[in-house]
T-cell receptor, first 115, second 114 residues
Framework: DSGVTQTPKHLITATGQRVTLRCSPR?????VYWYQQSLDQGLQFLIQ???????AKGNILERFSAQQFPDLHSELNLSSLELGDSALYFC??????????????FGPGTRLTVL | LAKTTQPISMDSYEGQEVNITCSHNNIATNDYITWYQQFPSQGPRFIIQGYKTKVTNEVASLFIPADRKSSTLSLPRVSLSDTAVYYCLVGDMSVGGGYNKLIFGAGTRLAVHP
């Protein structure tokens, strides 16, 4: 158990819909990262938040957005869903020590299926 | 942007030592080398991180030559439970150092046989 929690575990929805994925980082971790893993794309970095502020952006679509709340949990919002958005979505958190990120702790993931 | 190249798959047997090599010819001065392990339908798990020479922890060793253009993850005496995908990442891990440029490639699929 990494200490990172994600809900829901599974999500099935239809094209055109909007969903929200939730992540709670490890206690004390200020950074939250979101990743998408699909069969043909591998693990893709989407976005990073640090203490409520967006810090880095990866291959995140405009239909997707995220935020980190004062209690440090984060939500990833996916809208106008397409079949190709079906994937595992992982959240990770990390500690920054001595100005360097050593490791990220990944949650169990949310499996999104778009029908 | 340091791109990495790893073997797509490897096979081994229980009790053997496994060495997975990663090539990163364009590694930059500030880049660190990090390895993760991933089991099916689980999030990746950190294994080891290094900058140069050799790093060892309770589960693996990481060998990095002087030119840092490659690295080798060494797993001593593997067991069936080490069957997983192993990812090599290279990037500037400093705070604000462009973490968005880190890439999890296809990884190396290690199969350990009885």
């Amino acid at each position: 158990d990494s200490g990172v929690t994600q809900t829901p575990k599974h999500l099935i929805t239809a094209t055109g819909q909007r969903v929200t994925l939730r992540c709670s980082p490890r206690s004390g971790d200020l950074s939250v990262y979101w990743y998408q893993q699909s069969l043909d794309q591998g693990l893709q970095f989407l976005i990073q938040y640090y203490n409520g502020e967006e810090r880095a952006k990866g291959n995140i679509l405009e239909r997707f957005s995220a935020q980190q709340f004062p209690d440090l949990h984060s939500e990833l919002n996916l809208s106008s869903l397409e079949l190709g958005d079906s994937a595992l979505y992982f959240c990770a958190s990390s500690v920054e020590a001595s100005g360097r990120i050593r490791e990220q702790f990944f949650g169990p993931g949310t499996r999104l299926t778009v029908l | 942007l340091a791109k990495t190249t790893q073997p797509i798959s490897m096979d081994s047997y229980e009790g053997q030592e496994v060495n997975i090599t990663c090539s990163h010819n364009n590694i930059a001065t500030n880049d660190y080398i990090t390895w993760y392990q991933q089991f099916p339908s689980q999030g990746p798990r950190f294994i080891i991180q290094g900058y140069k020479t050799k790093v060892t922890n309770e589960v693996a060793s990481l060998f990095i030559p002087a030119d840092r253009k490659s690295s080798t993850l060494s797993l001593p005496r593997v067991s069936l439970s080490d069957t997983a995908v192993y990812y090599c990442l290279v990037g500037d891990m400093s705070v604000g150092g462009g973490y968005n440029k880190l890439i999890f490639g296809a990884g190396t699929r290690l199969a350990v046989h009885p």
